[in-house]
């Protein structure tokens, strides 16, 4: 789990609120994702960025946007989310492609009311 | 479709015991992955293996890979309390890697 952070660790917020899930990655990478994991189903890939530019969105809702200011860095705002999208939200970086083996970080664990 | 299904969905067995877990996956690979999940935190990787290869050992873990069947194997040998986790296998396909759902392994006492 070292290399990779993300704040927060827990977040419980009501379907009408806007908040932010941070990740930073310490190990010089070039691309970062963002995948969820909901209970009983497999992990899935929400967002990929290469050099800081999203080369791949597999069908995420709106209420999803990504940012990644520099390559260290990837945010995932959140607003107008539905109680189904309570889940744990993985941030993850590899070297170069999403075939290299990835780094995770901790995890955030997302609860909506 | 699913691209890495892993097998058995759960496995408890006692401490000391050998664990072992299967992935099947449909297409062809450049490699596969496997990676531990403790509960509620991220993914570790614990051992890449490439199509050309037939077996790989890391410590404890012993991975094998047969691309005529399309499937590996996760060998955790001596098993410990600590191995109870979540064992996923990632199979790389089209320059991306795809999860599959995973074993869950508990380990008793």
């Known amino acids: 789990e070292t290399g990779v952070t993300q704040t927060p660790r827990h977040l419980v917020m009501g379907m009408t609120n806007k908040k932010s899930l941070k990740c930073e990655q310490h190990l010089g990478h070039n691309a970062m994702y963002w995948y969820k994991q909901s209970a009983k189903k497999p992990l899935e890939l929400m967002f990929v960025?290469?050099?800081?530019?999203?080369?791949e969105n597999n069908s995420v809702p709106s209420r999803f946007s990504p940012e990644c200011p520099n390559s260290s860095h990837l945010f995932l705002h959140l607003h107008t989310l539905q109680p189904e999208d309570s889940a744990l939200y993985l941030c993850?970086?590899?070297?170069?492609?999403?075939?290299?083996?990835?780094?995770f970080g901790p995890g955030t664990r997302l609860t909506v009311l | 479709s699913q691209q890495g299904e892993e097998d058995p969905q759960a496995l408890s067995i006692q401490e000391g015991e050998n664990a072992t877990m299967n992935c099947s996956y449909k297409t062809s690979i450049n490699n596969l992955q496997w990676y531990r999940q403790n509960s509620g935190r991220g993914l570790v990787h614990l051992i890449l293996?490439?199509?050309?290869?037939r077996e790989k050992h890391s410590g404890r873990l012993r991975v094998t890979l047969d691309t005529s069947k399309k499937s590996s194997s996760l060998l955790i040998t001596a098993s410990r309390a600590a191995d109870t986790a979540s064992y996923f296998c990632?199979?790389?396909?089209?320059?991306?890697?795809?999860f599959g759902k995973g074993t869950r392994l508990h380990i008793l006492p």
């Open positions: 993850a970086s590899s070297q170069r492609t999403s075939a290299d083996t990835q780094y």
């Open positions: 990632a199979t790389d396909a089209y320059d991306k890697i795809i």
């Open positions: 960025y290469s050099l800081e530019e999203r080369v």
């Open positions: 293996i490439r199509s050309n290869e």
